[in-house]
């Protein structure tokens, strides 16, 4: 099972940072390289919507001898928007995610997978979320989005976390998987670091992420997919004793 993190910035117990373990506080965030040194991960995904924590990850996770794989998560518009992730598979492919990043951010165009298509090396890597993917929107909001992958073969990421319609996604992955011969990985998206936390952290988005014109709370967030106290690295521990 893949452990995907997820990092941020900003001041908060129930989130995740970049820190050097030597350097995480008594009673501050938790540093996803802690988790990391505490539980003897040789390797780790780290999944970013911008190259802003890269340069720091890279250099903590050599100083501690741990493999990082770097995945930056896009929104994509074909007919209708969805996520994906590219990974680099090497220093050539952190320079391409770059240029991808770039060519995203400072075009006044729609990002589409054909603009993807025509900046695509053999040095990238690209994976298809559980959540918010064409075939999740297909499936829940009646979208009929057919990506063109025939550049690349992608790979897809399965999650169980508790929602009611992960089955569901489960079950249309699969099948479209089957019929196009791709690899599946069950993952695991981490958000914070234990189930404890997971109100801690509701809160930080509520407060980060306030949205115009809806009353938010603990009990009404008003997110998609926030029903679950699974996203965190003590449910990805509890699926790999299973």
């Keep these: 099972m893949l452990a995907l993190f997820k990092s941020h910035y900003s001041i908060g117990k129930s989130i995740l940072t970049l820190k050097h373990p030597e350097k995480v506080e008594d009673g501050g965030p938790d540093s996803i390289f802690s988790i990391a040194k505490e539980n003897n991960l040789k390797e780790f995904f780290l999944v970013e919507d911008s190259l802003v924590g890269f340069l720091e990850a890279k250099k903590v996770s050599e100083e501690l001898n741990i493999n990082l794989y770097f995945g930056l998560r896009l ?17 050539k492919g952190i320079k391409d995610l770059n240029k991808i990043y770039s060519t995203k951010f400072c075009s006044e165009d729609k990002f589409s997978l054909d603009i993807l298509k025509s900046l695509w090396t053999d040095s990238l890597l690209l994976f298809i979320p559980f959540y918010d993917s064409f075939i999740f929107n297909n499936t829940l909001s009646f979208s009929g989005c057919m ?7 992608p790979s897809f990421l399965i999650e169980e976390n508790g929602l009611p319609f992960d089955e569901i996604i ?11 011969n791709y690899k599946t990985f069950n993952s695991q998206s981490v958000y914070y670091k234990n189930k404890a936390d997971f109100d801690a952290w509701l809160t930080y988005k509520i407060a980060t992420n306030r949205k115009f014109g ?22 990805f521990l509890e699926k790999n004793d299973k």
């Design 214 to 235: 809806k009353n938010q709370s603990l009990y009404c967030p008003n997110f998609d997919h926030l029903g679950s106290d699974e996203f965190c690295f003590e449910s």
């Design 170 to 180: 489960k079950s249309k992955v699969l099948s479209y998987c089957d019929k196009n």
């Design 75 to 91: 929104e994509v518009e074909n007919g209708s928007s969805y996520k994906i992730i590219i990974f680099a598979k090497d220093s």
């Design 147 to 153: 990506p063109d992958f025939s550049f690349t073969t």
